[in-house]
């Protein structure tokens, strides 16, 4: 669904990454350096950003380049689902985020619901793993896998937190404009067929 140049451009950021990472050769780190700085000006020129802000967006980036891996909260009420209005942009969203070092996926969900919700829940069934390149998001920088995760209420008071301003669930037919960068249309659709369907496998991109 990405663009061919926006996949060529991540695509060069690992080979650049990855080479920093492993070459001693002082001429071999200077190629990959060279690398980096070319996939920072396409990413730069595409998106019509400064190239000091792509250079750090990607300062931190070390060791072997891998996706990275955003979980998002599923969680259904009378056959309507719980979403958050984002700060950000004002637009809904599962709530959720990126995954953290010395959490498991479990543990992150719990967290981020309770952080963005005031909901206590357990988690208990993985719905989707989905790789965002091949979803109608807007261009990213980074290559990011999706978790999505059923969870059960337990307790708690619905509530905004630090990043939200709005909590409520929706129907299917009352879907409100969706923070798209988090998740799409065809995504919420295809939670609710799980929900109707149950025994459905994982949906594995």
Same mark, same amino acid.
Not at 115 to 142: F, I, M, Q, R
């Given at each position: 669904m990405e663009p061919k140049?926006?996949?060529w451009a991540k695509e060069l950021q690992?080979?650049?990454?990855?080479?920093?990472?492993?070459?001693?050769d002082v001429y071999d780190i200077e190629r990959f350096e060279e690398v980096r700085r070319i996939s920072n000006e396409i990413l730069a020129t595409q998106t019509?950003?400064?190239?000091?802000?792509?250079?750090?967006?990607?300062?931190?980036?070390?060791?072997?380049?891998?996706?990275k891996v955003d979980?998002? +909260?599923?969680?259904?009420?009378?056959?309507? !689902? *719980?979403? $958050?209005?984002? #700060?950000?942009?004002?637009?809904?969203?599962?709530?959720?985020?990126?995954?953290?070092?010395?959490?498991?996926?479990?543990e992150v969900v719990v967290k981020e619901?309770?952080?963005?919700? +005031?909901?206590?829940?357990?988690?208990?069934? !993985? *719905?989707? $793993?989905?790789? #965002?390149?091949?979803?109608?998001?807007?261009?990213?920088?980074?290559h990011v896998y999706k978790l999505f995760i059923q969870c059960e209420i337990k307790g708690g008071t619905l509530e905004t937190g630090v990043e939200t301003s709005e909590v409520s669930f929706f129907s299917p037919d009352r879907i409100p404009e969706l923070s798209e960068a988090r998740n799409t249309k065809s995504q919420i659709d295809l939670l609710f067929h799980h929900l109707n369907h149950p025994n459905l496998e994982v949906k594995l991109d």
């Open positions: 140049w926006l996949t690992a080979i650049a990454q990855n080479g920093l990472t492993y070459s001693k019509l950003t400064d190239n000091q802000i792509i250079r750090n967006l990607f300062a931190n980036e070390t060791g072997y380049a891998t996706p979980i998002r +909260g599923v969680i259904f009420r009378d056959q309507q !689902l *719980l979403m $958050v209005k984002e #700060k950000t942009d004002n637009k809904w969203a599962l709530p959720g985020g990126w995954a953290d070092v010395g959490l498991s996926p479990r619901v309770k952080e963005e919700t +005031g909901l206590d829940v357990e988690a208990n069934k !993985l *719905l989707a $793993v989905l790789d #965002k390149k091949c979803h109608p998001h807007p261009p990213s920088a980074y």
